[in-house]
């Protein structure tokens, strides 16, 4: 009886042991195309979600692009920006917003696009353009206004943005842990792309 439960147990462990090596060598397709399949299943996952939730609500994102419009940032909106930003956790110590605002505002190829709702400013996006692809840096809805739709919206003024400038791509980065995050952009028709992001801080410093 033992012999014969050590001999299961032994393979087994040569199956997982053959499974494991079966899977370091498939070949880097197969890998990509688990991945893709993977990154599909989220995709999905989360326009479901957002389809729940919008039948669930069916007037909440009807009341967000009623009641709030998009413009350029102003001078009297850089303080109630920046306090958006801490809200959402967007601020991080290596980060100065106010330095991050006035680089970005205004520019030929950068702004920011507030969100309005009554005087308030209640959204933000940092939406700017290297002369081939967009991006979106500091997507932000302030606490009291999400869930309402008001972040696809702001979304969408960001990608009007870019395409009145001609700009066809836009690319964003989110951090590894922020799953929310990356749910949401999936919802939004946004996929994950198979690149490694690489930077490197301070070069006006010595």
């Known amino acids: 009886m033992e012999r014969d439960e ?7 462990a040569e199956a997982w042991w053959l499974d494991q090596c079966r899977a370091r060598h498939r070949p880097a397709e197969a890998r990509h195309d688990e991945q893709d399949q993977i990154a599909d299943r989220i995709a999905d996952d989360a326009r479901r979600q957002e389809a729940v939730r919008s039948q669930g609500h069916p007037q909440s994102q009807q009341g967000a692009a009623a009641v709030t419009s998009f413009r350029p940032i102003e001078d009297g909106d850089i303080e109630k920006v920046v306090a958006l930003w801490t ?5 991080r110590p290596w980060n100065d917003a106010r330095r991050d605002i006035d680089f970005a505002r205004g520019k ?3 702004d920011i696009l507030v969100g309005v709702d009554g005087g308030d400013v ?5 939406v700017g353009h290297d002369g081939h692809r967009g991006w979106y840096y500091y997507l932000s809805v302030a606490p009291s206004h999400q869930g309402k739709g008001l ?10 943005w870019l395409k009145e400038r001609g700009i066809w791509s836009v690319n964003l980065m989110i951090r590894s842990e922020n799953v929310q995050v990356r749910d949401f952009y999936a919802a939004l028709g946004y996929d994950m792309r198979d690149v490694v992001v690489m930077g490197k801080r301070d070069l006006d410093r010595p």
Do not use: Q, W
């Open 108 to 110: 030929e190829a950068s």
């Open 87 to 91: 809200a959402c956790g967007l601020v």
């Open 6 to 12: 050590r001999g299961r147990l032994r393979c087994r």
């Open 122 to 126: 209640v959204s933000s996006v940092l």
């Open 151 to 160: 972040g696809r919206a702001t979304v969408e003024a960001g990608e009007s």
